[in-house]
């Protein structure tokens, strides 16, 4: 994707790899498994900021298109994208709907001072888990607690 003579002039802070990544997708340059991988990698480090005390993501959708570039790189035989197909679904679901599918995502409570899951979509197979590489529900909820369920408006629908 970069020339490693070119990868070394690139101040790299989240920000400067997002929008890199961006550029080379809309110059269509990601083709390969591999660089779908890492596209998806670096989009998923897209930064996080605060709003009235909670972790906010900056531009989300950013996360969706790493999940859908993970997918493709994992369905095309590199299997190191699936946790990060997870991850990435995950991800977008926690800071746009308040849950998550496959239970990759976790926060640290500001009051207990533990990490936490964010809640799990009870719908998800563990067998769909296991395809990406995730374990299943019972021994994630045996490594860490799992948030309270918050109540979620009737028009959001799952992804």
Not at 80 to 107: C, E, H, N, P
Request: net charge neutral; aromatic share 10%; hydrophobic share 35%.
């Amino acid at each position: 994707m970069l020339p490693p003579e070119e990868a070394r002039k690139v101040d790299w802070h989240d920000d400067d790899r997002v929008q890199l990544v961006l550029e080379f997708l809309a110059k269509g340059t990601v083709q390969i498994p591999e660089d779908k991988y890492y596209a998806a990698l670096i989009l998923d480090h897209t930064p996080l900021g605060f709003c009235d005390g909670k972790v906010v993501a900056k531009s989300p959708y950013n996360y969706l298109l790493a999940h859908y570039l993970a997918k493709q790189s994992f369905e095309a035989g590199y299997k190191s994208s699936g946790i990060l197909a997870a991850q990435t679904m995950d991800r977008y679901l926690s800071f746009t709907v308040g849950y998550q599918k496959y239970g990759t995502s976790r926060v640290y409570n500001q009051t207990t001072g533990k990490e936490e899951l964010i809640t799990i979509d009870r719908n998800v197979s563990d067998s769909e888990r296991a395809k990406y590489g995730v374990q299943p529900l019972a021994e994630l909820l045996k490594q860490w607690p799992e948030q309270k369920i918050e109540k979620k408006p009737a028009d959001q629908k799952p992804h």
